[in-house]
């Protein structure tokens, strides 16, 4: 495999999407041939002594695409017989895509995420997108809409693979009837149990969750609802559950699999907001969901209704209550169809989401 310098300023300790996922990806390289130049985060000595790869840290929180970057990195590529460099996150860092190969790189890989979707609504914005794909030579989506939203914006010059993220499907497992019930008891729930797991933000639609349990409890008196995450949206959705869920469990969890484990059915109705502006890319915790043999009720935004089939999962549009309280109660009724989906769910993800299956397509781009 070449030489690979991976420049990014998500990455661990700091933990979040864009974070897990170069983490991930990096694990399935060849040590040896990585090097990563990311920006400097709480404890970073501690993560770094503990990988294989070699890390050098920007001695700042934020690592935009300046002069004195651009000659750091460049004196990377130099030290280290550099190959190919990749941007973790296209958006801005990649507009040192040129810098790199006037420094000896020979390819420039730009990956995309879905803030790019937002950029390419800005003018200025978009040119600087413009300048990144006239530079790389490959771009990375996570999925067919935010290919669609992003291709024109970077122009002809670059190629484009589909690069999502991986499902760890070795520590993702459908539940046993015991673990299901210890799970349950765990989070205080004991009733046809509807979990979504993700950030508290509101384009997640946690709260339009809240707002279905009302009419879920029409049919499903016993039903209850358990939102994991964290964020500063918590406080609201504590505000909506008074009124329409007192008895929502609302906190977060060190495990993802034992909070699936706790569910009969997954739900993230995510919708898109600020005028396009704020949308879901993916969301890898869909799949995670599927791993863990659960039926899914999807949000209608961005590409999320990608990660589901009509044999895994229901899409519903997330600003509309009365259908997704209309699909939850769908699925609480037919216990048969619950496990036929969570069975065909599993499949889907080992078949087409594993990290074996991302890594192999990562390691062919950097071969």
Partial sequence: MARVLLVTNDFPPKIGGIQSYLRDFVATLDPRDVVVFASTQESPAEFDAGVDYKVIRWPRRVMLPTPATVRRMQEIIRAENIDIVWFGAAAPLALMGKAAKEAGATRVVATTHGHEVGWSMVPVARQCLRRIGDNADVITYI??????????????????????SGVS?????????????????????????IVCISRFVPRKGQDQLLRAMPLVREEFPDAQLLLIGRGRYRAALERLAEIYCPDAVIQEAESIETA?????????????????LDVEGLGIVYLEAQACGLPVVAGDSGGAPETVTGETGVVVKGGAVPELAGALKALLADPQRRLCMGQAGRRHVEENWTWRIMGQRLRQLMS
């Fill in 260 to 276: 699936l484990h706790a569910a009969d059915v997954f739900a993230m109705p995510a919708r898109t907001r600020g005028g396009g």
């Fill in 169 to 193: 499907v070795e520590g993702l497992s459908p539940a046993t009837p015991e673990q299901r019930a210890a799970a349950k008891a765990e989070f205080g729930v004991s009733g046809p149990t």
């Fill in 143 to 164: 999925s067919d809409y935010t290919l669609r939203r992003l291709r024109r914006p970077f122009g002809p010059n670059p190629r484009w693979e589909h690069l999502p």
